[in-house]
Each structure stands twice: as C-alpha cells, then as structure tokens.
C-alpha cells in the first residue's frame, strides 16, 4: 500500500483568528473598503421590455366570451340611427366598425368594454338628435350642413362615449374620421417639437406625434384608398398623379421629418370638392385652452395655441376653416382629468346662457347675492354671467371662442378687449350631458341583466333606487352601482 501526502509547501496554510477592527472613535470619519462582498439583488423576474408597460396600461378588451349573448339586440346601420324607436335600448355596433373604431383609439381603457360579449351603445335622446344631424348632412337635404359642438358635462356623464357614438355614425355614413383622442397627449412636453420655418408668430409641430396620427387615419378609413390626390402640392418629395390618400397618408407616417407637410396636404385634398364630409373630434378641451409644458428656446412657456394640431382643431372648431363638403367638428370636456382652465369654463357658460335664452328658456340669474340691490337700485338682473374685474383671462381663448353678436357679454377689466371676427364662433352650440331618465335607465339596467352581469330582477323599484342613489341617472354612477360594485 503506497500513500500519497501533499507538499506542505504547496498547501494553503491556515487561516488565524480573525478579529473584527476596532469600532471607529466618535468624530472620526471611517473608511469602508471596496472590496466587500455584497448581497445579490434578489431576483425581480423578468424587467418588461420598454414600452411594454405602456401598452399593457392602454390596452383594449372589446369581447368577453363568459357573458351571456343579447339575442335581440339590433345592431346600428346608416339608416336607424335617428330612429326613435330604438330610444332607451342597447345597439350593437357592427364588427367593421368596432376595427375602425379601435384604430381611431376610440376606445378607453377606463370604459367596461370587457364585461360584454360585444360592444353596444345605449340610444340616449341626445344620441338620436345627433344621429337626426348626420341624416340632415348627408342627405343635404335638410339645410344644415355643418355642426360645430362642445360637449360639456360632470363627470361619468358620457361625454367620451357621445363622441364614440357620432365616430361610429361617420363610420356608417362613409364620412372620413379624424380623432385625438387626448388633447393630453399633444400638450404635456412628452413629443418632440420643432418650430415650423418661416411661420410669425412662431407656430411649432410635433413631427412623430403627426406621424402616428397619419397612419390612424389611413387605418381607421379604407375609403381613403379610393380617393386619389387632385391638387399640386409644394412637397419635400415627389408624388405620382394617381396617388391614393392612404398612401400618401403611409408616406407621412414612415418618414416623420415630412409628416407636417404630408398632413397640411391630406387636408387640402378632404377639402376639395366631391370629397366625403368630414368628421373632427377632440377629447380634452381644456388642455388646449392654456399654456402648454413646452417651453420656446428663450425658455418661455408655449401657449398650447402656437401649436399646430390646437391650431388646427380649433380653426375648424370656430370655423375660420370652412368644411365645403359639410360635416362636424365636436369637442368635449373631461372631468376626470381636468386641468385648470377658468376662462374656458367662464366662457362656455356664458355660451350656454346666451344659447338658451335664445331658445327662450328662462335662466336662474348667476348672482342671487346682488339681487336685493339691483331691486333697490331699479335694475334688471343679467342672466348671463360677467367677467371677474379682478381676475386676469387668457385673451386667446376670450378671441377663440367669443361670439359677433354679444362678444364678452359684458364689460371686460382694463386691457382685455375682444379681437374676434364677426365670421368665427357665431355658431359653436354647447350641449350640456346631464342624467339618463328612468326609462333610459331601465333599458340599460335591462340590457346588463341580460348579459349576465346584473343579477336582480328589473323592476321600477330597483330603476327609481339605483337612478336615484346614480345622482339622478349619470350613466358612470349607474353602472359603478350596478355592475361596477359586483364586479
């Protein structure tokens, strides 16, 4: 038996007793050495990818296949929807449609579309005056060619899904469809901009931002692809005379650097005649009536009116820009996201005043506090309300949204003076979204019982509870308490 030992030279010789260094002294400074070992992070799991958290917080689901199917709802085509049969009940929207829809970003992520076997609307009264107005223009027989609207109302009232409800009755008419769906996104610094050359006063654009709405129009109408330029336009590149719209909507969006020119010239062409009419919405409206986050090179802030889409939206919402082939141009208001914006709500109201004493309905006088002296003093109360002396507006928007006939009803303070148009703003109409009524109420409650995600029978009680408990039928309330709460 041979054994085998190591050389002791060769063996790691054996560690001593290791005694920790002394604590450092009070007042002295201490030293850690570098060549600590440390701790692993603990394992996080995978780090999503970029972008990724974005689209999972922005996604859309239109389709749960658990609910239960509604047999007998109808869906909507471009001939019922004025029809006032269908008030107060559910209508489906065709799958064509549901695709436009969802390439225009129509859709929100906080609206309940997962719950339903399949996207409906419910037929309120001011969604058939609105479909009554889509009849009058297309068929051009009615006398009304154009609607200009604000859309105005507390929140969960269902401004957003009015605005749904008129892309969805463009779509079915054939009408080419222009969306932003969050005035947000145009204003809050989180898109490059670049100053437009040899505009004055300086207007910026933001290039990738134009991009990404290029190609949501050409997805959202096919229509385009049948439409071929018939204008000549000062371009950065070369055309080919039979150039569809889509394409050159493509060609915008691929190449950003041209996306503003390409942009400029689609809505020329939409504008020359024996084009489709033409539908514009923006939800958001306050985000547009103020200083924006984006600061000028001098580091001023950028009012959200040297922008070119505000500007752009805005010309056709005032009507400086003329629709020649007919359409409409709605804005609504957010009040679940609403920044500040005073001169914009003082002068919607004074709108909405004006607008219904022109109708002939008797308005409660704004100020009941100075009642008793206007009687002392023989004076008639204004129903319309006035400017603040000691408050400062924003005169751009006063100049956009003011009206020739009663500019600023009312004296403004020192230095705010009207500079408005006689031709622009005379017929902006503010509609104002308040409760459903009960039967509206009942027929939604009906339409939720059917799909499975109301479990009550629907009786007149349950409707006069959950309308009453709703705040007096806001559509948001009624469905937190009815499907929302089970959920």
């Known amino acids: 038996m041979s054994l085998s030992t190591s050389p002791s030279l060769s063996a790691n010789p054996t560690k001593g007793k290791t005694t920790a260094p002394p604590s450092p002294k009070r007042g002295e400074k201490t030293t850690y050495s570098a ?17 990724e958290r974005k689209a999972m917080r ?4 239109l389709s749960n296949t658990n609910a239960l199917e509604v047999s007998d709802m109808q869906d909507l085509n471009a001939n019922n929807i004025s029809d006032p049969e269908l008030r107060a009940k559910v209508a489906g929207i065709p799958g064509t449609v549901v695709s436009q829809l969802r390439a225009i970003e129509a859709f929100k992520p906080v609206q309940n579309w997962a719950l339903f076997r399949a996207p409906g ?9 609105l479909g009554k107005a889509f009849d009058e223009i297309t068929s051009k027989s009615g006398g009304r060619k154009l609607v200009r609207k604000v859309v105005v109302g507390g929140r969960g009232s269902g401004k957003s899904i009015h605005l749904l409800q008129a892309m969805t009755m ?20 989180h898109t490059e901009y670049s100053p437009v050359p040899g505009s004055s006063p300086t207007v910026y654009f933001q290039r990738a931002y134009t991009a990404s709405l290029l190609s949501r129009i050409a997805a959202a109408n096919p229509q385009l692809a049948n439409l071929q330029i018939s204008l000549s336009h000062n371009l950065p590149i070369s055309l080919q005379e039979n150039l569809s719209l889509s ?12 996306s503003y ?14 084009r489709p009419p033409l539908l514009i919405t923006l939800d958001g409206l306050q985000h547009i009536m103020r200083q924006s986050a984006y600061m000028s090179p001098s580091f001023v802030p950028i009012h959200a009116h ?23 141009v709605i804005a609504a208001t957010t009040e679940s996201n609403k920044p500040a914006a005073p001169t914009l709500e ?14 002939g309905s008797r308005l409660p006088f704004p100020d009941a506090h100075l009642t008793p002296f206007l009687n002392a003093t023989g004076q008639e109360p204004n129903p319309i309300p006035q400017p603040d002396p000691y408050f400062r507006y924003d005169q751009r928007v006063l100049n956009v949204l003011a009206t020739p006939e009663t500019p600023l009803s009312g004296s403004l303070p020192e230095g705010i003076q009207s500079t408005k148009s006689s031709s622009r703003g005379s017929d902006i109409e503010v509609q104002r979204l308040r409760g459903l009524s009960k039967e509206e109420a009942k027929g939604l409650m009906e339409y939720w019982a059917l799909s499975g995600m109301l479990r009550h029978e629907v009786s007149e009680r349950l409707v006069g509870e959950k309308w009453t408990v709703s705040g007096g039928g806001i559509v948001g309330e009624l469905e937190r308490g009815c499907v929302g709460m089970r959920v």
């Open 35 to 51: 060549s600590r070992k440390k701790k692993p992070p603990p394992d996080k799991g995978r780090v999503p990818a970029p972008g």
């Open 58 to 61: 922005k996604r859309v689901v």
């Open 121 to 129: 609307t419910l037929m309120r009264l001011e969604t058939l005056q």
């Open 170 to 189: 463009a779509f079915l008419k054939g009408w080419v469809v222009i969306n932003l769906p969050e005035a947000q996104d145009i204003t809050n610094a």
């Open 247 to 258: 394409r050159l909507c493509a060609l915008g969006s691929s190449d950003p650097a041209i």
């Open 261 to 274: 020119q390409i942009f400029n010239a689609l809505m020329d062409e939409l504008l020359a005649p024996a």
């Open 306 to 328: 040297d922008l070119h889409l505000p500007r752009w939206f805005l010309s056709h919402l005032t009507g400086e820009v003329d629709l020649p082939n007919g359409g409409m």
């Open 346 to 359: 003082f002068r919607l109201k004074q709108l909405e005043a004006q607008q219904a004493l022109a109708e």
